[in-house]
């Protein structure tokens, strides 16, 4: 029994010397002008500072160590931007270097091994996903053939309001969701999926979805160590790869099951295919069938799915929040809408150009309070300068959009809900920093398509 013990922990002290040498042998020796960095503890360096919120804490470390500073996730070197004039220096002067996604376990398990559009390395994959998305998905004319399933989910959203109306607790959260998800779900496949029993045509099915997406969301956000120290990797830490696995495989069953559905109904109906954005890439698997894999289609679709159900929600849940906190900017609002359209009907799609207070109020909001604060993180694939700083090859690069939003030396009074700071001017100047708050907004080689229908 003590022979064991002692073997044991011999094997764990090994371990651990093997691990504080590698820590410091990877650490960058050539780099004398690394960006400051708080102290780092030997293997975990400053994953210990990864409190939540993690972009709030971010911008309390950039307040003391500048808006371009560094950490250690273990044996990973992370920079973190939060200055406008750095972003336009990662995306302008290094867009192609810092291109590329790290590649983390959620992207092998859940994004078909990096192979998605989010997690996709830079390169020719990647430009052919990306020109799938905005041509044949979400260009202008694919957008509004869905107009009309836009307008029935917003008409129902608001019956179900009208219906709760008086003075109980309504909860904004769960409708916008469901708002949100059944819009995606209609427009990709033709399902409802949220609301009353009777206009979900399978309430099972409808679970089935609803267990996925809050695994998704459990799973997809959590802060996996084992991404930065390669031994928790090695033994299953937590058993956190075990469980992105099997979430993987019946993610993969449940899309594979839309498709098989719809190649079924459009065979059997002889070729009248419906408008869905999955039929429409079953006919283009039909003209290209090497390139548009079931596999590619399935993550196309789950990219779609996911990037424009979250985020819409928590937007419109905000934009209500200031509305209802900020009386004057409602009642302004208010009397754009009755000035430039009326009271006999609702709001239209198109009649946005005509509501600019509306559009600022929108713009603001999306300033304060971003729906992705930190953006998806990118990975240098060779060495480069940000801020003066030298930047290794492989550094994980980390943009806190949130920070940005509230930089004092581009905002008066930067915590402040004033739409009224905003002209069409600045709008359309600064659409790239409002819309980092979205997915990747529109940051030039990294540009993500749902700014349009954000």
């Known amino acids: 029994m003590e022979e064991s013990a002692f073997v044991y922990y011999s094997a764990l002290s090994l371990i651990f010397l093997l691990l504080t040498f590698l820590f410091f042998y990877t650490r960058p020796k050539n780099y004398k002008n690394l960006p400051p960095s708080p102290p780092s503890l030997p293997?975990?360096?400053?994953?210990?500072?990864?409190?939540?919120?993690?972009?709030?804490?971010?911008?309390?470390?950039?307040?003391?160590y500048g808006p371009v500073f560094s950490l250690r996730f273990g044996s990973r070197l992370v920079v973190v931007v939060s200055s406008s004039s750095a972003v336009e220096e990662c995306f302008t002067k290094n867009d192609i270097v810092l291109a590329n996604r790290p590649y983390l376990l959620i992207g092998k398990y859940i994004g078909y091994n990096h192979t998605v559009l989010t997690q996709a390395p830079y390169g020719d994959h990647w430009r052919n996903l990306r020109r799938i998305a905005t041509v044949e998905i979400?260009?202008?004319?694919?957008?509004?053939?869905?107009?009309?399933?836009?307008?029935?989910e917003t008409k129902r959203l608001l019956e179900s309001l009208y219906t709760d109306k008086g003075f109980a607790k309504v909860e904004l959260r769960s409708?916008?969701?469901?708002?949100?998800?059944?819009?995606?779900?209609?427009?990709?496949?033709?399902?409802?999926?949220?609301?009353?029993?009777?206009?979900?045509?399978?309430?099972?099915?409808?679970?089935?979805?609803?267990?996925?997406?809050?695994?998704?969301?459990?799973?997809?956000?959590?802060?996996?160590?084992?991404?930065?120290?390669?031994?928790?990797r090695w033994i299953d830490f937590n058993g956190f790869q075990k469980k992105l696995k099997s979430l993987g495989n019946?993610?993969?069953?449940?899309?594979?099951?839309?498709?098989?559905?719809?190649?079924?109904?459009?065979?059997?109906?002889?070729?009248?295919?419906?408008?869905?954005?999955?039929?429409?890439?079953?006919?283009?698997q039909e003209a290209q069938p090497e390139y548009y894999t079931d596999q590619i289609i399935k993550g196309l679709i789950m990219v779609l799915i996911l990037a424009g159900t979250d985020t819409s929600a928590v937007t419109l849940e905000w934009a209500?929040?200031?509305?209802?906190?900020?009386?004057?900017?409602?009642k302004k609002a208010k009397a754009e809408v009755d000035t430039n359209i009326g009271q006999d009907r609702l709001i239209d799609e198109s009649d946005i150009s005509k509501l600019p207070?509306?559009?600022?109020?929108?713009?603001?909001?999306?300033?304060?309070f971003p729906a992705v604060p930190l953006l998806l993180p990118h990975l240098s694939s060779d060495d480069c300068i940000i801020g003066g700083?030298?930047?290794?090859?492989?550094?994980?690069?980390?943009?806190?959009?949130?920070?940005?939003?509230?930089?004092p030396n581009l905002w008066n009074d930067p915590t402040s809900f004033k739409p009224e700071r905003l002209t069409i001017i600045v709008v359309q100047k600064?659409?790239?920093?409002?819309?980092?708050?979205?997915?990747?907004?529109?940051?030039?080689?990294?540009?993500?398509?749902n700014v349009l229908w954000a």
């Open 138 to 152: 979400l260009s202008t004319h694919r957008l509004n053939s869905f107009i009309g399933i836009r307008r029935d």
């Open 320 to 330: 209500m929040s200031n509305l209802l906190n900020h009386p004057e900017v409602l």
């Open 43 to 64: 293997i975990i360096g400053n994953l210990h500072h990864l409190k939540k919120p993690v972009h709030r804490t971010l911008h309390t470390l950039s307040l003391k």
């Open 175 to 232: 409708k916008f969701s469901s708002l949100t998800f059944n819009i995606i779900m209609r427009m990709v496949a033709g399902k409802r999926y949220y609301g009353d029993d009777g206009d979900v045509a399978d309430m099972e099915e409808a679970k089935r979805f609803k267990k996925i997406i809050r695994e998704l969301v459990g799973l997809g956000g959590a802060n996996n160590p084992a991404d930065f120290l390669p031994l928790l």
């Open 250 to 284: 019946t993610v993969d069953e449940f899309l594979q099951g839309l498709i098989e559905e719809h190649r079924s109904k459009n065979t059997e109906e002889l070729g009248i295919k419906s408008n869905t954005m999955i039929d429409h890439l079953l006919s283009l």
């Open 357 to 368: 207070y509306l559009q600022y109020i929108i713009s603001e909001t999306l300033r304060l």
């Open 389 to 407: 700083y030298d930047v290794p090859r492989d550094t994980i690069l980390l943009i806190n959009a949130w920070a940005i939003h509230r930089d």
């Open 430 to 449: 600064q659409t790239r920093l409002f819309h980092l708050g979205l997915e990747e907004g529109l940051v030039l080689e990294r540009a993500w398509p």
